[in-house]
C-alpha cells in the first residue's frame, strides 16, 4: 500500500518560511519522479515543482521559482519543499504525488494534504 504523508504546513506572515516534508512508503521511492501541487480555496489544483530520480533536475511553476526549491533525500524517501518570501497568494493546501519517470506517465499517488496559509 502505498503511502504518502506530507507535514510542515502552518500559519505565516508574509515574508516568511515554511519547509514541507513529503515521506512516501509502499513503492520503490528512488525510482520516481517527486512533484509538488496546490490547490487554493475556490482554485483548480496546479503544479508547483518536481524533482526527477536520475538526474535530480528540478521543474517550478513561474510564480514560485525564485522562492522555491524541491529536493529530495533517496536514503529517507522523503521529498521536501523549502519555500520562501512566502506571500498570501501561496495560501493553499499543498499535496505531493509520485510518478513514473516515463513520457506520458501521470501524478498517480497522493497525499492527504498540508495547509499552507500565509497572511499579509
Known amino acids: 500500500q502505498v503511502q504518502l504523508v506530507e507535514s510542515g504546513g502552518g500559519s505565516v506572515q508574509a515574508g516568511g518560511s515554511l519547509t514541507l516534508s513529503c515521506v512516501v512508503s509502499g513503492l520503490t521511492f528512488r525510482y520516481y519522479t517527486m512533484g509538488w501541487f496546490r490547490q487554493a480555496p475556490g482554485k483548480e489544483r496546479e503544479f508547483v515543482a518536481s524533482?526527477?530520480?536520475?538526474?535530480?533536475?528540478?521543474e517550478y511553476e513561474d510564480s514560485v521559482k525564485a522562492r522555491f526549491t524541491i529536493s529530495r533525500d533517496n536514503a529517507k524517501n522523503t521529498v521536501y519543499l523549502q519555500m520562501n518570501t512566502l506571500t498570501p497568494e501561496d495560501t493553499a493546501v499543498y499535496y505531493c504525488?509520485?510518478?513514473?519517470?516515463?513520457?506520458?506517465?501521470?501524478?498517480?499517488?497522493w497525499g492527504q494534504g498540508t495547509q499552507v496559509t500565509v497572511s499579509s
Open positions: 524533482i526527477r530520480t536520475s538526474s535530480g533536475s528540478t
Open positions: 504525488a509520485t510518478r513514473w519517470p516515463t513520457t506520458g506517465a501521470k501524478y498517480d499517488h
